[in-house]
């Protein structure tokens, strides 16, 4: 497990902070988890997370990261 694994792959990529801070707010609206959106020092997009320190996209697994949250576009 590393960086990498959390907080990128497979991670959609937002071209800008405030093109992924309304994309947040819309799931947001939509019921779904509070995201905050983050700048990726590993492909320099943003990506939308929980706050840092809390993986939830990827959880890691006996036979590597398994996702375990899946956000539709
Ligand atoms: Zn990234």
């Given at each position: ?14 071209p ?20 905050d959106?983050?700048?990726?020092r ?7 997370g929980?706050p840092?320190?809390?993986a ?5 697994g006996?036979?590597g ?5 899946e956000l539709?576009?």
């Open positions: 497990m590393n960086g990498y694994l959390i907080g990128c792959y497979l991670k959609t990529v937002f800008s902070r405030r093109t992924g801070r309304r994309r947040a707010r819309q799931i947001r609206g939509e019921g779904g988890p509070r995201l959106d983050y700048r990726c590993h492909c320099h997009g943003v990506h939308l929980h840092h320190g809390e939830t996209h990827l959880r890691s006996p036979h990261p398994t996702p375990v949250q539709t576009a």
